[in-house]
């Protein structure tokens, strides 16, 4: 089974480039499933309906993070749409669910979204979290993605998950890393999958933003950054009978390349 994670989507732009990538890699590889974060489609910032929806043109799951509540409108829409996924440790009383299975006939993928604690809201403990819920997960193909942003708890989580899950993909960060790996009982790992938006910005917004947030520590209204693209993700070769992975290959697409 070949599933494509596609890293942080920034902004409506991001979203259309997004789309453009997914459709050329499904006109090259075999893909059975595509996985997208979409924590920040929205412009400015979060995930609304109108974002969503442009999502769901080309990722069959979606996973958020810590942004994930920040349209109030929409918060609402994590209970009634099975597909979209909020952080598994926030409180059972947030709207939504952490987790979800989806059914390819022969075969069938379980996405697992989680959040990071290092540097972050004080959720419940992500290791103790994955534990409960993987008993009760039906799947033995399990895709994890992990929103966090210290680099030593996503290596941590990598390691103690190898061999329990099929892949640990980190995001958060947008800056694609390269450490994409097959740790040794099985699982793919990568620390960060990368983002989807204007390569030469802040993570996706206009660096004359951030740096006036930065240095002047006030609030500032964050607008995505123009200019060309780019794409990053990882595409994942998982064995359904084992659950172990075969591969991961990292990629990296920018638009004034194609």
Known sequence: MKVLFVGDIVGSRGCEFACFAVRRLKAAERIDLVVANGENSADGNGIS????QALCEF????????HAFRRRDFCSSFDDLSRLLRPANYSDEAAGR????????RHS????????????LPLENPFDCIDRLLKDVPSKNILVDFHAEATSEKKALGFYLDGRVSAVVGTHTHVQTADETILPRGTAYITDAGMCGAELSCLGVKPEL????QRLNIPVAFEEADGERIFGGVLIDIDEKSGRSNSIKRICIKEKEV
């Open 210 to 213: 951030v740096i006036r947030k």
């Open 49 to 52: 309906y109108s974002s969503y």
């Open 109 to 120: 993928l379980t996405v697992i979204n989680l959040q990071g604690t290092a540097f972050m």
């Open 98 to 105: 952490g987790v979800c299975t989806i059914d390819l006939g």
């Open 59 to 66: 990722a069959d799951v979606i996973t958020t993070g810590n």
